[in-house]
C-alpha cells in the first residue's frame, strides 16, 4: 500500500506538471482494496477495473517503468 501511494504521489505530480495525463483518479484510502485484490489473484487470472485502477496493476508483477 505504501508503495502504490508513492507511485501515485509521482502521478499526482506529473498531472500537475503537464507531464502526464489531464487527470488521474488516485486512490486515496482505496490502496487496501487494490493491494488485497490483486494479491488473491492466482497464476494467470486478471482482473478488470474502471478507474483508480493504477494500484491494482503496480501490485502484480509489473515493474513501475512499464508501468510509466
Known amino acids: 500500500m505504501a508503495f502504490i501511494r508513492q507511485v ?3 502521478l ?3 498531472s500537475d506538471d ?3 495525463s489531464d487527470f488521474v ?9 487494490a493491494a488485497r485484490a490483486a494479491r ?4 494467470p487470472e486478471t482482473l478488470a477495473t474502471m478507474h483508480r485502477g ?3 496493476i503496480i ?3 509489473i515493474t513501475v517503468e512499464r508501468f510509466f
Open 59 to 61: 501490485v502484480r508483477d
Open 40 to 43: 488473491a489473484l492466482q497464476g
Open 54 to 56: 493504477h494500484g491494482h
Open 12 to 14: 499526482n505530480r506529473l
Open 18 to 20: 503537464g507531464d502526464g
Open 8 to 10: 501515485e504521489k509521482v
Open 25 to 33: 483518479y488516485l486512490s486515496v484510502g482505496q490502496k487496501a482494496v
